[in-house]
């Protein structure tokens, strides 16, 4: 007891902390929101317990008030948090009470259609298309039907000409054909876009022939060129180089030897080493170590004069890629026929 | 193209590299090696025997046969061979000891077929003195490789790139200087210079047909060719040697003293050596005699005027054709023989006297007795020496990429042949061997290349160009199809290829007009005949095959469609046609599935109720519009096309909507005052589209309107059995205010006035 402290204001203070223990122990010992708000109206409403003690206030003195005053207001605080505690409590184990009970499989599949898939030939287009955008190339589309002139004469390949053997040709009822290579898209993005000149032309050709395990009548190439004032055959091998790795993943060893293809000149068969056995000779590259895969050369300077480019000012190379077959190396693929298959067995595994 | 190893070294007799390591640099330096093959293996054991003693084996045909060998000695064998006899000479081989009939053979005595020198099995080889034949490996080359090399249809031309790529010297087997000199005994005449430029020709008489000897059929059976007789077996030894096809004829079946090289005339035939008989066209050049065509220019022999066994005297054909009217004739007459496959080559007209020379050394061989009357007859074109090319040191570094010096490049043409002068600090005149000039060689890229060959590109190091950057020019069809593929494959649509052909019966099926076809005139197969005018017909075979396997599926394919036009290249328009397959269901699904994605593909398109089509469910057809213009169908398949279902069909036009959407759209301000909803219930016939209702609700609403959204269609008690209630919530308001209920309620009842007197009842 302070000093001089009227007996009155002691029964008061104290019946006033009384009141906060026996509360807070009740606030402790609820055991839901009502029983809590119940509690609360009880002791804090407005004719609460705690609140009935101010009413007493009159019989004291000034300097009794304030001190009783300060009393009462800090057990009002004190109680007040220990509502919200309690009550913030409640709300948590409610809310872990919902979590808990909202559980959910989530290995069960998902409802609604399964997303379908890309043929192989257009993912691996992309990545062809994607390098060489970002070397500087253009995509040139071309016509699938063709005709003679740019699918063989202005690419120096005239009538009779032996090389066209090479390239079984499907002729229409129009007169016109069924391109054999995409080569023919060189001819047209040089006599449109003219030097210098960076494109690749991906799409489908046709050659008439036996269809079986690694022939199709139908398949597809990227053909690609560049066009400048200096390029060499380095700059050649390099692209070549460059492209091969990428596709591939990996640093691949590549050579080139002579192929004769009307349209360049000097040819090139480009092979590169095998990248089953890496050279040492296995079933896949016929135990040679290296596996054919895509003609090239520097652009003969006829096909360029016929595009109205002058050879002596500008040069260029070209080359083919097989895009199914390359679908085929990188799949393991190993019946081209499943490609036009329509097979879903078969294409929904991309 | 089979080329012989031993052949080869007799015409580089230093060649000491292996056939497999000579593989490698022929594939890398000049031309693609498809094979090695050893030939004639068994004749490293082989020996030169003497039949001593013969007698039968009782019951057999066999007899035992005891031998005095060179190599083994004394061997007792036994043969079933018919012309086994006591004092014959032949060929012994030792294999392993084996019991036949009881009795024990220790090796045997072989017939030509086992020895690989021929194809004869008929009885054991007739030997007539030493046995000279070794095995030999054979290097098989890509004929497509050669197609520009005139020259390597020879063993003398590889012979020549083997001896610049070893550093070796080149043997000539040709001796030029044996022909005679002095008037021929046959005459010539060409009508065509152009097409037959050279024909030279040499008589013989007194000549005796037979077997060639051995190593003559051992030589052609190694490169795959067939020994006939002796006489035929040289002209096909000198074809294989130095690439210049030869014919020989019987001369005493030939009428009058002249031989024409002509076009035939409409009409003429010919029965060939292969014993099929032509008939010709004017545009056909023919070797003819007095009364008509005896061989096919360049391509083949006629049958009558062959070689027999009671041939006495030939006449000896060396001729240049050209190339084109060869492999016209070839090709028109589906006739490919080892003379047309060179022709076409183009042939070195200088070649042809060269052959006769090298034949006459060989016929002196093989035909005892054999003797030249006259000269040679030789009828020819001005031949014109190919204009020398200039060529640079400099121009030739820039194009490789690499240093080659003045000194190299000399050293590399002069190995093959090429005249190199030197015309100034490194730049050199050079003119062209005259097996190169016909076709192959004539600019200096064709320089280039063999200088580059030879100096191997495997020396040359990869580089970087040194180019200007720049954006490439864009190509926004192609990006569109690359959003649409990801969009459709997104939404479960697995793509397929299929054939630009379809067949006629599908086109019938499809009922498409047969003129809209553009016609494979050479298909590879009758049903792939046309070139199709829509995907349908590929994605309806997609949907048969896969429906065997799977009860739903989704697939989608990105292609042509080829149409004729009156001029020019037909037109060539990408489509999108995707399908949904479910075995069990109405069929709703999948048709409201492909709505949705054309409504992902052009937000807002209208599907609007059509007139089906021949291959459409006539209650299930729609067109879809986007941007005003009609773009493509929506249906279901029509059940008499085969497929056992149901399955939805989006087909599109995408190059029309890539078209359409470069249109540009305004964007609109957004609302800054509150807006009102109400909903709509409209009685209308129970087939009525709901598309018109919500078209004619939006039209009443006029520029009130800011939203309309379908909410459910009732069918039912109490509405009759024809009818149905369609509702929609209507969404209105004004740009600059609040509309007030009651100005909500006005226009609430003016589009509900509007509908009635459209003739709909409301249910309000």
Request: hydrophobic content about 40%; proline content about 6%.
């Amino acid at each position: 007891m302070a000093p001089g402290q009227r007996p009155d204001s002691l029964v008061l203070e104290n019946q006033i902390a009384q009141l906060e223990s026996a509360t807070l122990a009740r606030i402790h010992a609820a055991k839901n929101l009502e029983e809590l708000e119940a509690i609360r109206v009880d002791v804090l409403g407005r004719k609460g317990s705690l609140t009935q003690f101010s009413k007493e206030f009159g019989k004291l003195t000034p300097e009794e008030r304030s001190s009783a005053g300060k009393s009462l207001n800090a057990a009002k605080q004190s109680l007040e948090s220990a509502f919200d505690e309690r009550k913030q409590g409640f709300a948590s184990e409610a809310l872990e009470e919902r979590l808990e009970a909202e559980w959910i499989d989530l290995t069960l599949p998902a409802p609604g259609t399964s997303p379908g898939s890309l043929h192989p030939v257009t993912r691996i287009q992309r990545e062809i298309e994607d390098l060489f955008t970002s070397l500087g190339f253009a995509v040139l589309d071309g016509p699938e039907v063709e005709t003679e002139y740019h699918n063989f004469d202005a690419l120096n390949i005239p009538p009779e000409h032996p090389a066209r053997d090479m390239q079984d040709t499907f002729w229409l009822s129009d007169g016109n054909l069924l391109r054999t290579h995409t080569s023919p898209v060189q001819v047209r993005g040089m006599e449109r876009l003219g030097p210098p000149l960076r494109m690749i032309a991906p799409g489908r050709v046709f050659r008439n022939e036996e269809v079986d395990a690694s022939h199709e009548h139908t398949f597809y190439q990227v053909e690609g060129m560049m066009v400048d004032r200096n390029v060499s055959v380095a700059n050649l091998i390099y692209f070549m180089k460059t492209l091969l790795s990428a596709i591939f993943h990996r640093e691949v060893t590549v050579r080139l030897r002579p192929g004769y293809f009307p349209f360049v000149e000097p040819g090139f068969e480009l092979d590169i080493q095998c990248l089953i056995c890496g050279g040492g000779g296995c079933q896949v590259c016929k135990q040679s170590g290296w596996v054919e895969l895509l003609p090239c050369g520097l652009v003969h300077p006829n096909v360029l004069r016929m595009s109205g480019i002058d050879p002596e000012q500008w040069g260029g190379f070209a080359f083919g890629l097989g895009l199914t077959r390359l679908a085929m190396m990188r799949y393991g693929v190993d019946d081209i026929r499943l490609f036009a298959s329509g097979d879903l067995r078969f294409l929904r595994q991309f | 193209m089979k080329f012989s190893y031993n052949w080869i070294r007799e015409m580089v007799p230093a060649l000491d590299i292996e056939p497999r390591e000579l593989l490698r640099l022929i594939t890398t330096k000049t031309a693609e090696c498809e094979g090695l093959e050893v030939v004639g293996a068994a004749l490293a054991l082989a020996s030169v025997a003497q039949v001593i003693h013969v007698e039968p084996i009782a019951g057999s045909h066999n007899q035992i046969a005891i031998v005095e060998t060179e190599r083994y000695g004394k061997k007792t064998v036994v043969c079933g061979a018919p012309n086994c006899r006591a004092g014959m000479q032949t060929v012994y081989i030792p294999v392993a000891m084996t019991v036949i009939q009881g009795v024990e053979s220790d090796g045997m005595l072989a017939s030509g077929l086992e020895l690989g020198i021929n194809r004869d099995h008929t009885g054991i080889v007739e030997l007539g003195g030493e046995l000279l034949l070794a095995p030999d490996s054979v290097i098989e080359v890509d004929n497509k490789s050669l197609t520009h090399r005139p020259d390597l249809w020879g063993h003398h031309g590889m012979a020549r790139e083997v001896a610049a790529i070893t550093h070796q010297s080149l043997r000539d087997p040709v001796q030029l200087e044996l022909l005679p000199k002095g008037a021929a005994q046959i005459g010539v005449q060409i009508e065509d210079l152009a097409l037959c430029p050279r024909y030279s020709a040499l008589v013989f008489e007194n000549v005796t047909v037979g077997p060639s000897p051995l190593w003559l059929q051992y030589r052609l059976e190694s490169i795959g060719l067939n020994s006939i007789n002796n006489i035929v077996d040289v002209t096909n030894y000198v074809m294989a040697e130095i690439a210049q096809p030869m014919h020989a004829f019987d001369a005493e079946k030939l009428h009058g003293k002249t031989i024409f090289v002509r076009s035939a005339k409409g009409g003429e035939n010919i029965v060939a050596l292969n014993d099929e008989r032509y008939t010709l066209a004017p545009s056909n050049l023919i070797i003819a005699d007095a009364e008509g065509p005896i061989a096919i220019a360049g391509v083949i022999g006629g049958r009558d005027s062959a070689i027999g066994a009671q041939t006495k005297r030939v006449v000896l054909e060396a001729a240049c054709f050209q190339a084109a009217s060869v492999r016209k004739t070839s090709v028109s007459l589906k006739l490919r023989t080892d003379a047309s496959m060179r022709f076409e080559k183009s042939q070195d007209p200088v070649n042809t006297v060269r052959g006769l020379a090298r034949a006459f050394e060989l016929l002196y061989q093989v035909s005892p007795g054999i003797r030249l009357i006259g000269g040679v007859a030789d009828c020819k074109a001005d031949l014109k020496t190919a204009p020398s090319i200039d060529l640079s040191i400099e121009w030739l570094i820039r194009k490789l990429g690499r240093l080659v010096t003045a000194e190299e490049v000399r050293e590399i043409l002069t190995a093959l042949e090429f005249g190199v002068t030197e015309t100034g600090p490194g730049s050199f005149s050079v003119s062209v061997p005259s097996w190169r000039a016909t076709k192959d060689v004539s600019i200096k890229d064709d320089l280039l290349e063999e200088v580059g060959r030879m100096i191997g590109y495997e020396s040359i190091t990869p580089r970087p160009p040194l180019i200007e950057c720049a954006v490439p020019p864009d190509n926004p069809a192609r990006k569109y199809e690359r959003e649409v593929r990801d969009l459709v494959a997104a939404r479960g649509f697995t793509e397929v290829h299929n054939y630009s052909f379809i067949s006629e019966e599908m086109a019938r099926a499809f009922h498409f007009d047969p003129d809209a076809h553009i016609k494979v005139t050479n298909p590879i197969a009758a049903d792939q005949s046309l070139m199709r005018p829509s995907l349908l017909p590929g994605i309806r075979r997609n949907l048969i095959d896969n429906s065997r396997r799977l009860n739903s599926f989704r697939l989608f394919e990105i292609g042509r469609e080829i149409h004729p036009r009156l001029e020019g290249l037909p037109e060539e328009i990408p489509h999108l046609a995707a399908a949904s397959f479910a075995r069990e269901g109405d069929g709703s699904v999948g048709l409201f599935e492909l709505k949705r994605l054309a409504e992902c593909l052009m937000p807002r398109c209208e599907v609007q109720p059509a007139p089906a089509r021949k291959y459409e469910h006539p209650r299930r057809s729609a067109t879809v519009s986007w941007r005003g213009g009609s773009i493509g169908r929506l249906f279901e398949l029509h059940p008499s096309l085969g497929v056992e279902g149901r399955a939805a069909i989006l087909d599109l036009d995408l190059a029309l909507i890539e078209r359409l959407d470069q249109r540009e759209e305004r964007y609109q301000s957004l609302r800054r005052f509150p807006t009102s909803a109400f909903d709509l219930s409209v009685i209308t016939g129970l087939r009525d589209p709901v598309g018109s209702v919500e078209k004619l609700l939006a039209r009443a609403a006029g520029s009130d309107l800011v939203e309309i959204e379908f909410v459910r269609q009732y069918t039912g008690a109490p509405l009759p059995e024809d009818r149905k209630s369609v509702s929609y919530r209507l969404t209105v308001g004004a740009l600059d205010r609040t509309l007030s209920s009651e100005e909500v309620a006005v226009i609430r009842n003016r589009i509900i006035d509007a509908m009635r007197e459209a003739g709909y009842e409301l249910r309000v």
